[in-house]
């Protein structure tokens, strides 16, 4: 495995049991909801993932667009959601031919790690694109130079604790340190950002941005910001 899309498309070891996937999901779907400008809001996922609860945020929009790169990801969530009306599954290249201005709301929830920092650039400017008047972008679960691996396992520790599958949290992170994902993390690394860089990121790519408190779902060690288009600026 060479890339972090292929791995996400693999029979991972991430979410460590079934509760543990649909508690997950179902956080990062309330946590959107709470976002949401209004039942008009036209809204992008964009990667997504499993999107197990995509279907409440859905109910509180007028569109969403899950956006996800892994193939078999994609046809997951097609065959979850293929019959619910406002919910089109999409590629990275069908949001990149969107028409401008066409989503009140983009999020994109731990994702950021897992791009280089020049596919995030491009990917600010496509979003920034896309975004109507008085629309907003929100990158969460960003992760800090800081932040360590212990500190994310201590925080699933807790969240499993809270949830009731601490025993399948100690399993699943041993799973995990064993597993591709650890190889993958030592060989492609993962793309960390402080607060500053990121804040400086986003106003060079055209973009008013502060942070958000609280970061989505669990992990409040990782930070959260919320974007808009600088007006100031030309397309
Ligand atoms: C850690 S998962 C996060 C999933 C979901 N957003 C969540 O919060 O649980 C990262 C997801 O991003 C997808 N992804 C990675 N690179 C991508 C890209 N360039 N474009 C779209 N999706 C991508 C992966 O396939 C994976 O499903």
């Known amino acids: 495995m060479r890339d972090w899309i292929s791995y996400w498309d693999s029979d991972h070891p991430i979410y460590v049991n079934a509760r543990h996937f649909d508690v997950h ?10 976002l949401l400008p209004g039942q008009q809001a036209r809204v992008l996922d964009y990667g997504c993932g499993e999107a197990l609860h995509a279907d409440r945020i859905a109910a509180n929009c007028a569109t969403l667009h899950l956006c996800e790169a892994a193939p078999a990801v994609r046809t997951r969530l097609k065959e979850r959601f293929g019959r619910t009306a406002n919910i089109a599954v999409t590629t990275p290249e069908d949001v990149a031919a969107m028409e401008p201005g066409s989503l009140d709301l983009i999020v994109a929830n731990s994702l950021i790690q897992y791009l280089k ?8 400017k496509t979003w ?14 960003v992760i800090s130079p800081k932040q ?8 699933l520790l807790r969240f499993a604790a809270s ?6 949290a100690f399993i699943g992170l041993v799973k995990t340190t064993l597993s591709d994902y650890r190889k993958l993390r030592a060989e492609l ?3 960390t950002y402080d607060e500053a860089e990121m804040l400086k990121l986003l106003s060079e790519a ?10 989505l779902g669990h992990n409040q060690g990782r ?3 919320r974007a808009q288009k600088n007006a100031a600026i030309a397309n």
Do not use: H
Not at 25 to 34: E, G, H, Q, S, T
């Open 163 to 168: 949830n009731g599958f601490l025993t399948a």
């Open 148 to 155: 360590s691996a212990i500190a994310d396992a201590l925080s």
């Open 117 to 124: 920092r020049d596919e995030l650039v491009k990917l600010l």
């Open 189 to 191: 690394g993962l793309t």
């Open 206 to 215: 055209g973009y008013d941005a502060a942070r958000l408190r609280p970061n």
């Open 128 to 141: 920034r694109r896309l975004l109507a008047p008085g629309g907003a972008l929100v990158l969460a679960d």
């Open 25 to 34: 999901y179902a956080n990062i779907a309330d946590d959107i909801v709470r």
């Open 223 to 225: 930070m959260a910001f």
